[in-house]
């Protein structure tokens, strides 16, 4: 079966800040490229065949918190990636959820360029 989800992009206006922001918040380092056909984007490291994404310049898309919630994977925790949100400049949207069975935890960010971003971990 093929994957539903391929690709995700957040966009940011001040783009350093929405890239620091990430890198801050994940504890990892995105990989900056300037391609003419995406123009300047910041790309998350993943493992295939795993969904990719990036941190892009608004240029046609504008950050928002009432669209679209892409998920970020935060590993075993919500608790470090929360704190070091706060710490960056975001607003919790959504406290710390455990959701049923053995799917883990979520909750839910606005980020310094007003995306609302959702984590996924494995506990609190």
Not at 8 to 21: C, K, L, N, S
Not at 58 to 67: L, M, Q, S
């Amino acid at each position: 079966m093929d994957p539903v989800v391929t690709w995700f992009e957040i966009p940011a206006v001040d783009f350093e800040r929405g890239v620091q922001f990430y890198e801050r918040m994940l504890a990892t380092r995105l990989k900056r490229e300037n391609d003419p056909s995406m123009g300047e984007h910041a790309m998350f490291e993943i493992a295939p065949p795993g969904t990719g994404g990036a941190i892009s310049r608004a240029a046609a898309n504008r950050p928002g918190a009432d669209g679209t919630v892409v998920y970020l994977w935060c590993g075993a925790s919500l608790a470090a990636p929360l704190a070091r949100a706060r710490d960056a400049g975001a607003q919790v949207a959504m406290e710390p959820l455990q959701l049923p069975g053995e799917i883990g935890w979520v909750a839910q960010i606005i980020d310094p360029e007003g995306n609302r971003v959702g984590l996924h971990a494995r506990g609190p």
